[in-house]
């Protein structure tokens, strides 16, 4: 499915001309998208330039060794699928959630925050097929809670849970919970869905 695919070969059918388009790819999966008549609609395919997010391919969880195989690099990337080769597009960091950090600390620098916890993985545990990586972290980083801390001489504080909305809602609105747990920690874990880069 690519958004606006419809209208933008309608659009480019009305202009008559040739136009230039950026193809920009942020589903979650490497497998390519096309849209139906837009090579034609545009002038040809040398028209049209594709970024991806998603480049990584046989990535998975490996139940001997207890962790997950990082794949390789889909066959496509760097290929001409369209006039010129499939590049990578990294995420954007939104400018609402930079507002939102900019409302929290009303001027004042994040990095002089309060930093409640030493490590921090916004991840409870699910019982998911695709969440075998994400829930060995929290185990893991669950068993470091309270782990004395020689030089620092006091315990470790880990946050391995739960915060904000999940899913859809999680990923398109603001979490100010979220953004919040992250600027409480020293170091925040990041870790995917088993089969996603």
Known sequence: YFSGCEHTVNYAKERNSPIKILMMDYQDYPKLTWCDGL???VGG???????????ATGRLWNFTTEWVEIGHLSPNV????TGGPIRHAAFAVRTDQIQSI???FDGASPLE???KHDVAHIWGFAV???SRFRNKITTILRSMDGMFLVKAGRK??????YIGKKSREGRNTVQTAYIGAM???KIVIVSQRDEWE
Not at 156 to 161: C, G, L, R, S, Y
């Open 39 to 41: 090579a034609d609609a």
């Open 78 to 81: 760097g290929t001409n699928y």
């Open 183 to 185: 600027l409480k920690s």
């Open 45 to 55: 395919k040398d028209n049209i330039r594709y970024i991806k997010r998603s480049l």
């Open 113 to 115: 925050h309060e930093k």
């Open 128 to 130: 998911d097929p695709f």
């Open 156 to 161: 470790m504080k880990v946050f391995a849970n």
């Open 102 to 104: 900019r409302d929290r």
